[in-house]
């Protein structure tokens, strides 16, 4: 059975989503992580971001949602970080972690498929070393988000925007279940 390792940029997703469904949709992120891996064995997802400010208002939303994704199996956060420029704060340190984690699981041979969720065209070059490895590699986001370079260069590539989403909502932030101690 093909074994897939899945890759979040969170801040693309995040846009993505309020761009297609609005603010105030929730995510049922274990029902997304099941149909990204259609079937087959998944290794992890692993999700990546940078905590908002604690000045920002949607701040404690955001680290409850952070939280509540440490608990779900089989995933894990890695955190950016969020440095303030003249424009606001810019996200540091998450594009870097994503190529890392990618690139260092493919040499372990830990995944047969990686499937990145992310329209950043700066990972064509990190998609086309792991193929170089015998690895797949399938890419999906947003159309509006999506980078053509980065498209090509996938093995696949499948927009969100055909994603059940009604089948993906979530009513209120999920409980991840508690561990057995």
Not at 32 to 41: D, P, Q, S
Not at 112 to 139: C, H, P, T, Y
Not at 155 to 177: K, V
Request: proline letters at 5%.
């Amino acid at each position: 059975m093909e074994r897939v390792a899945i890759f979040i940029d969170g801040s693309n997703l995040y846009k993505g989503l309020v761009q297609h469904l609005g603010s105030d949709y929730r995510l049922n992120f274990v029902e997304f992580i099941t149909l990204l891996t259609a079937g087959r064995k998944l290794l992890r997802a692993y999700y990546y971001n940078a905590p908002l400010p604690p000045e920002d208002p949607a701040a404690k939303a955001h680290q409850s949602f952070l939280n509540y994704l440490k608990r779900v199996p089989y995933v894990t956060v890695r955190l950016g970080r969020l440095e303030r420029r003249a424009e606001g704060f810019v996200e540091k340190g998450v594009d870097i972690q994503i190529a890392i984690d990618i690139l260092r699981l493919a040499y372990a041979d830990a995944y047969d498929i990686a499937i990145l969720v992310s329209g950043d065209g700066d990972f064509a070059e990190v998609v086309r070393v792991v193929q170089d490895m015998g690895k797949q590699v399938e890419n999906t986001t947003f159309h509006a988000l999506s980078s053509h370079r980065l498209a090509q260069q996938a093995d696949r590539f499948y927009p969100l925007d055909d994603f059940p989403w009604e089948r993906l909502r979530a009513t209120s932030l999920p409980q991840a279940p508690e561990a057995e101690g």
